[in-house]
């Protein structure tokens, strides 16, 4: 028996023991010696195949979720900050830290919006351990590298196209972002998944912690010191300015630059896992209550190693990793238990933005939800809300933000009504 459990190795041990819980209390349980085995010879993916195919409306929820505040929420709330700012003390306290946790924060530090692009990659990672095993099941494993590749080629150019696309100069032209970072997390999350297993998985994610750390700490660059964390006096810009062709987002550094690409694959990885223990053959709410207790112990952990390795987005730090890694496992832990297995909630309109996300994204990206608000609620209409309000212009620029959501949310709500999902 003990023979059989080392060769499971460390991560699985420890998954099987979380999940093993008895009496309110987690232990390693004994297990009869043939399902060992069976673990034990799993192959790179999961014979997932077996089951039949589950949409979790949680995924889509969540993904729904990051979406919305991406296309709009932001701006809503911020507008409507400025507009509370002739309200009661208390009001505008609560609006003004609204405001300021749906803003990025300036370097180190997290704002709840902070976590909407973490989110987004870690349920990328999730989708993959569902989607991927059933198609290595339909078609052989050149054909699912082609089509991993074609969606990676596909989400890269529309996130070039997002930015502008070709109709600017070369040098104007943005490389690297939102859906590029994606594109690549999936890539290479995707290639992990099918030639290795997950302790495997487990175990490249901590290594690309530990090495992105040991190279943003250790390592100087001319004119920055080692472990030098600072805009712009770090080695993950100081790479980035000579090395990343086109346009920076800030001119002189990206907070998608290449260095700070490796994590973010990290994120992606332990999204993938998240997945594989959520179709695990356990009770599902254990499975839940599992993933909670290890995303508590990732923020945890995130945060004790933020001390020395601070919490910073812009560059995708190792603990940042972990505290935002760890909260969207919770999330997704929460999320799964009131609508896959209780059905306590459903939120569907945040699984109607869900399940056409990236064509939502575009949309918003091309302007087309602000210029139909626009022409309902501009002009002089937004005017006379402005000087009915007394407070600028943010009562017409709340109006807006607002209309333009509800313009995406009813096209989200028309596309899944007509069975229309437009994926990669």
């Known amino acids: 028996m003990w023979k059989a459990q080392c060769k499971l190795g460390f991560a699985d041990w420890l998954l ?18 043939r399902e060992f085995r069976r ?5 790179p993916v999961s014979p997932l195949d077996v089951q ?8 889509d929820a969540l993904r729904g979720m990051a979406i919305l505040a991406i296309i709009g929420f932001d701006g809503a709330v911020a507008a409507f900050a400025e507009l509370a700012q002739s309200g009661p003390a208390l009001f505008r306290d609560i609006c003004g830290f609204l405001a300021t946790q749906f803003s990025h924060a300036e370097w180190d530090g997290l704002n709840l919006y902070d976590f909407v692009f973490p989110l987004f990659i870690f349920i ?9 095993p059933r198609t290595l099941a339909a078609q052989s494993r050149r054909e699912v590298f082609k089509r991993i590749l074609w969606r990676t080629l596909l989400m890269y150019a529309l996130g070039v196209i997002y930015y502008g696309g070709l109709g600017q100069a070369w040098g104007e032209i943005r490389y690297v972002g939102v859906l590029q970072r994606i594109a690549i997390c999936y890539f290479v999350t995707s290639l992990l998944f099918m030639h290795l297993r997950p302790a495997a998985q487990a175990y490249v994610a901590m290594a690309i912690l530990f090495a992105y750390w040991l190279l943003m700490t250790l390592v100087p660059a001319p004119g920055i010191p080692a472990g030098a964390l600072g805009p712009v006096a770090n080695l993950a810009d100081w790479i980035d300015r000579p090395y990343l062709p086109g346009r920076l987002w800030f001119g002189d550094r990206d907070p998608e630059g290449l260095l700070s690409t490796l994590p973010a ?27 909670i207790l290890v995303g508590l112990a990732g ?3 995130g945060s004790v190693w933020g001390l020395s390795f601070p919490i910073i987005k812009a560059l995708w730090t190792s603990s940042f990793v972990l505290v935002t890694a760890g909260a969207c496992a919770i999330l997704l832990g929460v999320m799964h238990e009131l609508m896959d297995v209780r059905r306590k909630i459903k939120a569907i309109w945040l699984v109607w933005i869900g399940m056409n996300a ?19 609620v501009g002009g002089d209409f937004g ?39 437009i994926r990669l």
């Open 16 to 33: 099987h023991g979380l999940l093993a819980w008895r009496a309110r209390t987690w232990c390693v349980v004994s297990t009869p010696l």
């Open 39 to 43: 673990m034990v010879s799993l192959p």
């Open 52 to 59: 039949p195919p589950v949409r979790l409306a949680s995924l």
């Open 124 to 132: 990328t990672g999730t989708g993959i351990a569902f989607a991927l």
């Open 265 to 291: 694959i990290a994120t992606c990885i332990l999204g993938a896992l998240a997945g594989v223990l959520l179709q695990e053959k356990f009770e599902p709410t254990r499975i839940n209550w599992a993933l």
């Open 299 to 301: 923020m945890i952990t």
């Open 358 to 376: 990236i064509t939502l994204y575009m949309i918003s990206g091309f302007g087309f939800f602000d210029v139909i608000a626009w022409r309902l």
């Open 383 to 421: 005017a006379m809300l402005n000087q009915m309000s007394g407070a600028g212009t943010s009562a017409s620029a709340f109006a807006t933000h607002a209309v333009a959501l509800t313009i995406a949310i009813g096209l989200a709500g028309f596309l899944y009504r007509k069975r229309v999902f």
